[in-house]
């Protein structure tokens, strides 16, 4: 669908805005006394990307995001949205909307009215407000709900009008606050899809903070895993789940999450690998290119594994297959899991139903080692 | 379903315990309001002066009353009192409530000082403003001891003002209340919302003005009838006071209905501005029951 012409440019030089309509975060730090918040958070994206912020309760994203907003100052660092420093500049004037977790619509007015107070409070002509509010139902399908209160909404349509109300805005950056979290699973999936779609025809860079891995991944260009304030992986999805720069990331992305096998780093007949043990089975595995880990031979170190990338072993695939005894299945539909013992630690497996065997018996799993990766057990990043 | 499980000989104290218990209060109740209401209704239909005396006398009471000059001084005083009490305490109260709830230090403390007022009678309140604003004794001796000599305040014992010390007492007294149910609404008001409207561009007055104060209609309502009932009932507060005075001219209907029924022998009066006093609370209150009740129902 062709998108109609934006209103008449606010700022003389908008194009030239929109084009470096990037954000950037410069070593913000938050604190309140002694209580670190936020402990130097760097990121840098360009335009028309997707950046998440996630990572469980507590982590910071939400502060990060009020930083970013101009809700709250940062203590220290620099925000720069659009190519200029935004510190001293008040949230209206940022030019950025934002939809929020509880939606936040005004609650005595209807949603046309909703959609026009921003557009009043910067006297915008009653006319192109029209204008505005006709273009953005449209584009969210929501003509027919303009002249009723929110409280006669249920909560897809209130994200919806969050949504409308942040469009109208016509920002160069987006800021969406969990705003799936309050729907329920269904809808939360579609809409999740529509946001999709919505940045797709926009264009225009959005920042989504979530604590759901799932939306980070099918939404975001760039994701910022974030824990305790600090950023610990900053990436594309594929990236961030490929190569998890430590444990943490490792296992908050992903689901079920990755399986951490404890083992040692051994070399046998010139090739380096790891011995994993099972209730039925004990055999070495050789990592490819395992040379670069020549220095931590005899070291402990953790292996992980993506429950895809335990699979079942046929007969050929002799190299990295070891035969598990299966303690229990959780079939999901497309696959089935398969729990069992490695090292004496719980190991999920993501098989086809077809080949998942009932619990008590034996079946033989063959590992990806090209894909598997190693941590330090100590400093709980990953070994390069 | 659940009832018919239950053993039989629970049956009867089930239906009849609660009924019993209850009786009590619904008796006296019955006689102690509505009867005496009722009978109030009929002695303003009599001749009835220092003891009831059932004498018909029609509309007689209220033609008097009507034609007497302190009853209309009492209605006018009410009348001043319940809009500025109302409408001043509502100001100060919302005020207060929303410098309260801009997440300050100390706000227990706070929102206690200005709730204790609400936790004397009107009888302590009405003595210590009194005191207060006695000419020779609080305010205008403190200033005049202080040395500014031309300072008087003496709207006490001035019979064009003293209605207005009635005031003052009690919007002390109750705005610490209306602050408290405002800032219970304000607190139900999602923190995002003001997040969104400050993005919107919004300036704080104007939040407050088009969002916040639109969504607390309720407690506005709420806030409106308590007080408005208590402007009407007001009486111990102008007995400390003022007393009614000077002369009559700080009376209200609660106290001339209490002179006349009680001290002045004119008890077929009394009652007559009694049942004024009635129907001007029912004019009030039963449009809001009757809203209350649908709601209920519904």
């Known amino acids: ?384 | 379903m659940i009832q018919s499980t239950r053993p039989a000989q629970y049956g009867f104290a089930e239906r009849w315990l609660p009924r019993l218990v209850l009786a009590p209060s619904f008796l006296l109740s019955l006689v102690f309001i509505y009867g005496f209401v009722v009978w109030n209704g009929y002695l303003s239909f009599t001749a009835s002066s220092l003891l009831p005396r059932y004498e018909w006398v029609g509309f007689h009471q209220y033609a008097r009353l009507f034609a007497n000059d302190r009853w209309w001084v009492a209605v006018f005083n009410l009348f001043k009192f319940g809009v500025l009490f109302i409408g001043i305490s509502m100001l100060v109260g919302i005020f207060l409530a929303i410098l309260l709830d801009q997440k300050i230090r100390f706000e227990g403390f706070i929102r206690t000082v200005y709730l204790y007022p609400m936790a004397l009678s009107f009888i302590v309140t009405g003595t210590a403003w009194k005191w207060m604003l006695n000419p020779g004794l609080g305010l205008e001796k403190l200033m005049h001891d202080w040395g500014w000599t031309s300072f008087t305040f003496d709207w006490l014992v001035n019979p064009d003002m003293s209605i207005y010390t009635v005031v003052i007492a009690a919007i002390w007294q109750s705005s610490g209340f209306v602050m408290a149910l405002f800032l219970a609404g304000l607190r139900g008001i999602d923190d995002s919302i003001i997040k969104a409207a400050q993005i919107d561009g919004a300036t704080l007055p104007r939040i407050y003005w088009k969002i916040i104060l639109p969504a607390m209609r309720p407690v506005f309502f709420s806030t409106l009838m308590i007080l408005a009932h208590i402007a009407i009932k007001s009486f111990d507060l102008v007995v400390a006071l003022t007393g009614g005075g000077p002369g009559f001219s700080s009376d209200v209907p609660a106290t001339y209905m209490y002179a006349m029924a009680f001290t002045r022998g004119e008890m077929g009066l009394g009652s007559a501005s009694a049942m004024m006093m009635l129907l001007s609370v029912s004019a009030v209150i039963v449009p809001y029951l009757y809203s209350e009740l649908r709601r209920g129902s519904r």
């Open chain 1, 1 to 384: 669908m062709a998108m109609p012409a934006l209103p008449a440019a606010r700022y003389p030089n908008s194009e030239l805005e929109k084009k470096m309509g990037a954000l950037a975060i410069k070593n913000v730090t938050k604190s309140f006394g002694d209580t670190h918040i936020l402990k130097g958070i760097d990121i840098e994206i360009d335009d028309g990307q997707f950046l998440i912020l996630v990572g469980p309760s507590g982590c910071g994203k939400s502060t990060l995001m009020n930083i970013i907003a101009g809700l709250e100052g940062p203590t220290t660092g620099e925000v720069h949205i659009g190519g200029r420093v935004v510190n001293n500049i008040s949230p209206k004037d940022r030019d950025i909307a934002m939809v929020f977790q509880s939606y936040a619509l005004y609650p005595t007015m209807n949603v046309r009215q909703n959609i026009a107070f921003g557009l009043e409070t910067r006297k915008v002509p009653k006319k192109e407000q029209d204008e505005v509010i006709q273009r953005v139902a449209k584009m969210l399908q929501m003509d027919h709900l303009l002249d009723r209160k929110p409280g006669q909404l249920s909560g897809g349509q209130r994200q919806r009008v969050a949504m409308g109300r942040a469009l109208a805005r016509d920002p160069i950056l987006f800021l969406f606050d969990e705003p799936l979290s309050n729907l329920d699973a269904k809808l939360r999936v579609e809409m999740r899809t529509e946001i999709k779609q919505l940045h797709q025809r926009l264009k225009t860079t959005m920042v989504y903070v979530t604590h759901d891995q799932i939306e980070a991944m099918t939404l975001g260009d760039r994701i910022a895993v974030m824990k305790d304030g600090i950023i610990q992986q900053f990436g594309s999805p594929q990236e961030i789940y490929e190569r998890p720069s430590n444990l943490f990331v490792a296992s908050f992305i992903g689901s079920p999450s990755m399986n951490f096998i404890d083992c040692h780093l051994a070399e046998q007949n010139g090739q380096i690998g790891v011995s994993l043990q099972t209730d039925s089975d004990a055999r070495f595995l050789p990592l490819p290119n395992g040379q670069r880990l020549a220095g931590r031979v005899g070291q402990e170190v953790i292996l992980g594994v993506r429950p895809e990338q335990l699979d079942v072993a046929h007969s050929d695939d002799n190299v990295a297959a070891i035969s598990i005894k299966v303690n229990l299945t959780e079939p999901t539909g497309p696959d089935t899991m398969i729990f069992t013992k490695i090292n004496g630690k719980e190991v999920v497996a993501r098989v086809h139903p077809r080949d998942a065997k009932g619990p008590g018996e034996t079946m033989r799993l063959a590992l990806d080692m090209s894909k598997v990766v190693l941590f330090d057990p100590k400093t709980e990043l990953r070994l390069e």
